[in-house]
T-cell receptor, first 113, second 113 residues
């Protein structure tokens, strides 16, 4: 069965630290990949997406993610986090003929000022 | 352009009561989804629809029913509410297979006592 794994459940960083959140998926075919962000008390918003082409994709608010097909990974990165990046981050995969996204369990990021 | 809207925003039910949550989207999206979000469990798909008049079960459909009589609306019903259905419910929509990124509504916080 297809699945998405987010390795870090809780991450605590200080402002200006660099961020990398891991996401791995299990599916051997073509995939579309997504990162969503959920700020406290809010709904999920699309952060960035990968469909094809350049495996390094840039999203909003200085986030980027790299698709590494050989590792089935789509890790999220930001060079310097801010307090306002405190949120929950979800990785999701659209694969095959599922007609639905497969979601990771999320990573809670807390950034200390 | 309101995007995805949900009503109500908050609701408290007693065990055994029924209610309907309404999701509406004005983006002409084909696909619509209902999720529930509980602490530590990520997003779990309840039901989804790939077009007007169609519905399908997700991973946690028991105790819920849905209807998609109009393309822009997706209703989620609880026939006999149980405390285990206390959760935050999110509706999402997307164009479909060619553009699978989902757009979320603001959520409904439901408490069943």
């Amino acid at each position: 069965a297809q699945s998405v794994s987010q390795h870090n459940h809780h991450v605590i960083l200080s402002e200006a630290a660099s961020l990398e959140l891991g996401c791995n998926y299990s599916y051997g075919g073509t995939v579309n990949l997504f990162w969503y962000v959920q700020y406290p008390g809010q709904h999920l918003q699309l952060l960035l997406k990968y469909f094809s082409g350049d495996p390094l994709v840039k999203g909003i608010k200085g986030f980027e993610a790299e698709f590494i097909k050989s590792k089935f990974s789509f890790n999220l990165r930001k060079p310097s986090v801010q307090w306002s990046d405190t949120a929950e981050y979800f990785c999701a995969v659209w694969a095959g003929n599922n007609r639905k996204l497969i979601w990771g369990l999320g990573t809670s990021l807390a950034v200390n000022p | 352009n309101a995007g995805v809207t949900q009503t109500p925003k908050f609701r408290v039910l007693k065990t055994g009561q029924s209610m309907t949550l309404l999701c509406a989207q004005d983006m002409n999206h084909e696909y619509m989804y209902w999720y529930r979000q509980d602490p530590g469990m990520g997003l779990r798909l309840i039901h989804y629809s790939v077009g007007e008049g169609t519905t399908a079960k997700g991973e946690v459909p028991d105790g819920y029913n849905v209807s998609r009589l109009k393309k822009q609306n997706f209703l989620l019903g609880l026939e006999s509410a149980a405390p285990s259905q206390t959760s935050v419910y999110f509706c999402a929509s997307s164009y479909g297979t060619s553009r699978p990124e989902q757009y979320f509504g603001p959520g409904t916080r439901l408490t069943v006592t």
